[in-house]
């Protein structure tokens, strides 16, 4: 499947919207809790058990990623946006059987792990292309797409919630929601396949930057340089932070306030997981969008440094004050949308766009660690602190700390980067060569 590259007068403004129909897509994985108690009852399962698929899908995300990255950028944007499909939408495809037959392990292995190689390929697919289409703005073009990613659960939570209600929450009902899912987010993401462009040249707008501008470097070269395992860090320790939030939000609200005059309802602890879905969101656009601005080091600085500042008005102030607790989730949250937005225009200030989608792969191996010790900290020590007497906003002093430390350590590691060493710069002439050979491409692909 060769690269479709676009024909003369072609929009750049359409690529957004096809990079925004794989990542509203494969979002959903963020409303995997709808689904948690109806399986944890149908099929007798706990919570650690119930959790297995999205955990597995988050892992998988991160070694498809960085194993198909390269293929990614060898066969364009078209052909990853089809793997994404196919796998992502077999995964539900899979995890309906798995259901009706009451078969958890196959629910497992279907939305876990063929679905997440979906989810790693479909995240990336997209982001090398918009760089090329956006050489002037990269930090706004990518934010637009993986605020997709952050926002997909505001559509599919209350959208998978409604099909449960009707559908039932037994095994057949759930089932059945599976199947709904497969389909319609196949259909959806042929929008992007359809509609998805490379540019013919390297300078897509008159009176912008060349993508090809500045040092290139291969994704195996940017892997043997201190730069790319500065950043590595710096995704990790943001991710971590952010995820810590996320992934225990209902309950950490309520246990704050739990001993206080106003303890938190269900419904407004459920109304707080929305509101850090939406600051999720609009960070990826927003503070991706002012990277382009202040710069990526800085923006980063912002997110490490004031993040910091944030989980220390937690650990003090959290427990005294609602409107501050909100408040200083809400930025962590966004920052932690924010992070995975930018890194992708960092990666190109550094690397260049040769290969930045395949580098960009291979950094979210970061997000597989993050994905597992965000959520181990906060629940581990919780579960300890609570064996032990503690309760309310102590069970979560320690972790919080430990958050604090994690977000220093990424400070440092952002402060450390450099520009890249010459000696790994690619020759202008291989860079340029594939850009001749999309030229070649027919204008009808």
Not at 173 to 193: E, K, N, P, R, S
Request: glycine share 12%.
């Amino acid at each position: 499947m060769s690269p479709p590259v676009a024909p003369a007068g072609w929009s750049r403004w359409l690529v957004p919207p096809a990079a925004l129909s794989v990542h509203l897509s494969i979002g959903q994985a963020y409303a995997w809790s709808v689904f948690k108690p109806p399986l944890e009852s149908a099929l007798d399962l706990s919570g650690t058990q119930s959790a297995l698929p999205f955990q597995l899908g988050i892992v998988m995300l991160g070694l498809s990623a960085a194993f198909g990255g390269t293929l990614v950028e060898r066969n364009g944007p078209r052909w990853a946006m089809t793997v994404a499909l196919v796998c992502f939408s077999s995964g539900f495809l899979l995890s309906a059987l798995g259901a009706a037959t009451e078969q958890y392990w196959l629910i497992v292995f279907g939305y876990g792990f063929v679905g997440g190689i979906g989810l790693g390929i479909g995240y990336i697919s997209p982001v090398s292309t918009l760089i090329k289409w956006f050489p002037d703005r990269p930090g706004m073009a990518t934010g637009i797409a993986i605020m997709g990613f952050g926002g997909g659960a505001l559509i599919a939570s209350p959208w998978s919630a409604q099909m449960l209600e009707s559908f039932g929450s037994d095994s057949s009902g759930i089932a059945l929601a599976f199947l709904v899912h497969g389909l319609t987010y196949a259909v959806f993401m042929l929008l992007g396949v359809l509609l998805v462009r490379v540019p013919r040249t390297a300078r897509p707008v008159e009176g912008a930057p060349s993508a090809l501008q500045g040092p290139q470097v291969s994704a195996n070269s940017a892997i043997r340089t201190p730069q790319f395992w500065c950043l590595w860090v710096v995704l990790c320790m943001n991710v971590t932070a952010g995820i810590g939030i996320l992934e225990k939000a209902a309950p950490m609200i309520t246990d704050f306030f739990a001993d206080t005059s106003t303890p938190v309802s269900v419904t407004a602890a459920a109304g707080f997981v929305a509101l850090l879905s939406a600051a999720n969101m609009a960070g990826r656009i927003g503070w991706s969008s002012t990277s382009d601005l202040i710069g990526r080091k800085n923006i980063y600085r912002v997110y490490l440094g004031v993040g910091a500042l944030m989980y220390a008005s937690l650990a003090l102030f959290g427990d005294s004050s609602k409107p501050l607790f909100i408040l200083s989730a809400l930025v962590i949250l966004s920052f932690y949308g924010g992070g995975f937005a930018t890194i992708p225009a960092y990666l190109k200030d550094l690397f260049g766009t040769y290969q930045v989608g395949a580098i960009h792969g291979r950094l979210l191996t970061a997000w597989s660690l993050a994905g597992v010790l965000g959520p181990l900290i906060v629940n581990w020590i919780a579960d300890r602190q609570e064996e032990a007497g503690k309760h309310g906003s102590s069970l979560y002093g320690l972790s919080f700390v430990i958050m604090i430390g994690l977000l220093v350590v990424g400070f440092v590691a952002n402060e450390l980067v450099r520009p890249v060493n010459p000696r790994h710069h690619i020759p202008a002439s291989t860079s340029q060569e594939a850009v001749d050979v999309e030229r070649q491409q027919p204008e009808s692909a």
